[in-house]
């Protein structure tokens, strides 16, 4: 019996060759250099706490932060514990159910997309369509992408997935600059550190 299929706000980004990356002053090291790339076409969501909801009740999941007690409020705070999924805000109090879900893992994100049949996007992926402006660049979401500071310096320019190995995965977005990029262990839980989902645009 398949995985019924929660209703994702699924926005599409047509084929593309266009910059990624920056040669502005104020960019870090790992942001450069600007370098024109080619992304084929996709539609990207991010996930809500119901979509989330329809998971963890229909599969019995459990998050890293439940396991382990609780996330992160802020990057460089203490862990809080009861701060998970379900109150992303850590204060006790429900999150909206059409809110972006907050305090997952990389590795739930991963187990979302296996149930799903989506995928997380590439970090190429969510730069096109956060400088289209076809998604939200406020919301920091896990990339697929293992993190390397220069690895794309010398990467592949159609379709660029990052490197195959690595120890810290990808975070896109809430950054200062469209283009800056974060870096965190898999198993880490951050209160506004959400989920985004990717499927090839169907024709």
Same mark, same amino acid.
């Given at each position: 019996? /398949?995985?019924?299929?929660?209703?994702?706000?699924? %926005?599409?980004? /047509?084929? +593309? $060759?266009? @910059? +990624?990356? @920056?040669?502005? @002053?104020?960019?870090?090291?790992?942001?450069?250099p600007a370098r024109a790339i080619s992304v084929g076409s996709f539609a990207i969501a991010i996930l809500a706490v119901d979509k989330f909801t329809d998971f963890t009740q229909q599969t019995g999941y459990r998050t890293t932060a439940e396991d382990e007690g609780g996330g992160f409020l802020r990057h460089g705070g203490e862990p809080v514990t009861g701060a998970v999924w379900q109150t992303p805000l850590g204060d006790g109090k429900p999150g909206d159910s059409q809110s972006p879900v907050g305090q997952v893992s990389w590795f739930d994100a991963r187990a979302y997309c296996h149930w799903s049949g989506h995928r997380l996007p590439t970090e190429a992926e969510w730069e096109t369509a956060a400088r289209l402006g076809s998604i939200n660049s406020a919301q920091q979401v896990w990339c697929e992408d293992w993190y390397h500071p220069d690895f794309h310096r010398d990467e592949q320019r159609v379709n660029p997935t990052g490197p195959t190995s *690595?120890?810290? $995965? !990808?975070? $896109?977005?809430? *950054? %200062?600059? !469209?283009?800056? $990029?974060?870096?965190?262990l898999p198993d880490f839980c951050l209160a506004d550190l959400s989920i985004a989902v990717v499927r090839a645009r169907q024709r």
């Open positions: 019996m /398949e995985n019924p299929q929660p209703a994702l706000n699924w %926005v599409h980004v /047509e084929t +593309i $060759r266009h @910059s +990624i990356g @920056s040669d502005d @002053s104020d960019a870090a090291d790992d942001e450069r *690595g120890t810290e $995965r !990808v975070a $896109r977005g809430a *950054g %200062v600059r !469209v283009t800056q $990029r974060f870096h965190w």
